[in-house]
């Protein structure tokens, strides 16, 4: 069956390029990969087993029965794993680039490290003889309370930026304010859970590794796995074409693909393994638990002196990752003294790593829980309040933001929401409220490369090693690649996803688009600097200016003439013309500020009887830039506000006494339903960035999560009086108050 047609390039928003490859069965993810995508014979599977201490050390493993168990092939454990490269290190400039040994030694950092892996000729056999392996255990006692703020130590340097942020005297603004907010939150331990399990096939061509796997970032998995084996990053591959969810869990690389690669290159077979959804709460990352202390000082005017936002962060006992919980304190509202500070307490736990916008999702359910409440505290409406406390400038760094309609969102939202006609009311047992909450992420180009070529036949094929963990990918690089060249959708081709391709930023931090697909414009653009040049030898072109000429339904135009731009690529080069392209962050990143805003409306139902909260309507308005695609960009948006919703009222882990993540399935992992969403809507404002790329574009993927939990919340209090500080907000925790009063 033929794929359906597209649509218009950018605009509306088309459909899905790989949507009906999806919905059809015939898109295959890194598991799957067979013969067709260059796999060389069938694969063998993996099994893996996993520690059941947090700390410690394995006293004794007997592998005996495994390796006589039928079809086993083989069990690697620490006693005959090949050598690998240290951790580390802590310092390296991608974190994701990381070496990352498996099996190197007998010690255990975390409940979940796989200490034993069994290769065998089905699913079945090897899932069975790991079963078989007996390990016993020297334990130790675990640390894994954050409460205790055991083991706190100064974060180190984040990502070139220092950990604090000091502007003017806080303690002197924050003393003489009229109204003093000093209020303690916390944020619990996330889970990614995408629907596609954490998973790699590995198999060696001559001396060359190959990996499938569901790679964010494929360059930077690359580097790392080139790293772990010692080996130079030329001779490695990665493969990424499609990606099943990622939310910032795939960003890093697993013991998945170092595993795998080990055994195939000892059998001389691939290898494909993927973890069960109960290990991969516990062998792959997962977003820290977070303490905050939030200070907000305000004048008898209403207006913002002092802000203070100081958190605890979770990290593993080897590792050094820092969320940056601050950035709303940074950058949202107007203040004469900021301070932030960020500190990490190393635990006996699996390693945290970037979540769906990471520290900004928790850091402003505390931050704008904590704005709410100095609203109240200076008798201003909430709304009201984060209007008059806007700002055109970065407050932390004094540069001025390149676009910012934070404003506007309110303005725009309050109105479509009724905010204004609001009133405390009740329906029956229901207390019913409102509440309202900002919404920002940072944006951020990476340098990136791309390369496009122009068939004789007319077709665009563009290749970049960029990821699509569902967000669209595929779908706005074709729309950029077609506008650019005035090409139907239908006769352009995008690959990506494989490290053979030019290198990208890769999919995360709400950088992708911008910055793959400004590569890939700056390809265009030479592609149609080459087109013109080859035109301009053309009789009937000849003496046009450039501005003349116009790439129009596959063809360049100029006065009366026309050509077909498959003909002058012929022209050009019998098999096609080909242009590369380059983006990196310029000048102008240093002396302005960019981000993407957005506001925040729910209105919730909390019945008194029961402590039951419902979310009746969510809203979001938001403004991040030139929009590519409506469609893909409204859908990334009520993601975004969903997770807030699960976020606000039920998503959350926490740790037992032997430092085990309590819930690790989707059983016991609550994230919402269709049933606990009721009217929920997103607008995209009109903006347009002039200095954040050549597209004009910003970041989407991650701004609609900012802010939803703390509106959801901030709703809560509206309705009842009671603010709970501890996230999630159960029935629990929220029906103590109300029962009690």
């Not at 994701?96 to 065998?120: C, I, K, M, N, T």
């Not at 925040?600 to 029961?610: K, L, R, S």
Request: aromatic share 8%; net charge neutral.
């Amino acid at each position: 069956m033929p794929d359906p047609p597209l649509g218009p390039p950018i605009g509306p928003g088309i459909v899905r390029v790989e949507g009906h490859a999806k919905v059809t069965g015939r898109a295959r993810y890194s598991y799957e990969a067979q013969s067709a995508d260059g796999v060389p014979a069938r694969a063998l599977y993996g099994a893996a087993v996993l520690s059941t201490i947090a700390r410690g050390r394995i006293a004794s493993i007997d592998t005996s029965a495994a390796e006589k168990a039928p079809g086993v092939r083989l069990v690697l454990t620490h006693r005959n794993a090949p050598p690998q490269a240290k951790w580390g290190p802590l310092n390296a400039k991608v974190r994701f680039a990381r070496s990352q040994p498996v099996l190197h030694d007998d010690q255990v950092r975390y409940f979940g490290e796989p200490v034993a892996f069994v290769v065998a000729d089905s699913f079945e056999n090897a899932t069975d003889a790991a079963y078989r392996i007996a390990v016993r255990y020297a334990a130790e006692a675990p640390d894994i309370d954050l409460q205790a703020e055991k083991g706190v130590d100064p974060a180190p340097l984040h990502g070139g930026k220092s950990a604090d942020t000091r502007k003017g005297d806080f303690d002197a603004s924050f003393g003489e304010c009229v109204h003093r907010i000093d209020v303690r939150y916390d944020t619990p331990y996330q889970h990614h859970v995408s629907m596609e399990a954490q998973a790699s096939l590995a198999y060696w061509q001559g001396g060359k590794l190959v990996i499938h796997a569901p790679a964010q970032i494929p360059a930077a998995m690359q580097a790392g796995i080139a790293a772990t084996f010692q080996m130079p990053q030329q001779d490695v591959r990665i493969v990424a074409t499609l990606i099943g969810g990622g939310f910032g869990g795939k960003l890093p690389y697993f013991a998945d693909s170092v595993l795998c690669a080990i055994a195939s290159r000892l059998l001389s077979q691939p290898v494909k393994f993927a973890f069960t959804r109960q290990q991969t709460f516990l062998a792959t990352s997962h977003r820290p638990a977070v303490l905050h202390r939030v200070r907000v000082g305000v004048g008898a005017d209403g207006l913002i002196r002092a802000i203070g936002h100081e958190v605890v962060s979770q990290t593993a006992s080897f590792d050094n990752y820092l969320d940056g919980d601050t950035m709303g304190a940074e950058g949202l509202y107007r203040a004469d003294a900021i301070l932030t500070t960020q500190r990490l307490a190393r635990l006996d736990l699996p390693r945290s790593d970037s979540m769906r916008s990471p520290g900004d999702a928790s850091g402003s359910l505390a931050f704008e829980c904590a704005i709410d409440e100095a609203a109240y505290a200076s008798g201003v409406d909430p709304v009201e309040f984060r209007i008059r406390n806007d700002t055109s400038t970065s407050p932390a760094s004094g540069k001025p933001f390149s676009s910012r309609r934070l404003v506007a969102c309110f303005e725009t939202g309050a109105e479509n929401f009724g905010w204004k006609a609001r009133s405390k009311r009740r329906d029956g047992e229901w207390l019913i409220g409102f509440g309202a909450a900002s919404a920002m992420r940072d944006n951020m180009l990476r340098e990136s490369s791309a390369e496009v070529t122009l068939l004789p036949d007319g077709r665009l094929e563009a290749r970049l090693d960029m990821t699509d963990p569902g967000t669209g990918s595929y779908t706005v690089l074709t729309q950029i690649a077609a506008e650019a060249l005035g090409l139907p959708v239908e006769r352009v081709t995008v690959r990506i996803g494989d490290t053979d391709f030019p290198p990208t930023a890769g999919s995360g931090g709400s950088f992708g688009a911008e910055s793959a697909g400004s590569a890939l414009y700056e390809a265009c653009g030479r592609l149609r600097e080459r087109l013109a040049q080859q035109a301009s030898a053309d009789a009937r072109f000849q003496n046009m200016a450039a501005s003349d000429f116009r790439f129009e339904g596959g063809l360049l135009k100029a006065g009366g003439a026309k050509i077909a731009l498959g003909e002058l690529a012929r022209r050009g080069a019998p098999d096609g013309m080909t242009a590369p392209g380059h983006i990196a962050p310029g000048v102008e990143a240093k002396d302005y500020a960019e981000a993407s805003f957005g506001a925040q409306f729910a209105e919730v139902a909390v019945n008194a009887v029961t402590g039951e909260t419902r979310v009746r309507r969510m809203l979001g308005v938001f403004a991040c830039g030139r929009i590519l695609n409506a469609r893909t960009a409204r859908s990334q948006a009520l993601g975004g506000m969903i997770w807030g919703l699960s976020s606000a009222l039920m998503e959350g882990n926490s740790v037992d006494a032997r430092g085990q993540f309590v819930a690790h399935d989707l059983a016991n992992y609550h994230v919402p339903i269709m049933a606990d969403i009721g009217t929920i809507d997103a607008v995209l404002m009109e903006e347009e960035d002039p200095v954040a790329n050549p597209l004009a574009i910003k970041g989407i993927g991650e701004v609609g999560i900012n802010g939803a939990g703390a509106a959801v919340a901030n709703a809560i209090f509206d309705a009842t009086g009671i603010r709970i500080r501890s996230f999630p907000i159960t029935l629990d925790k929220l029906g103590a108050h109300l029962w009690a009063a």
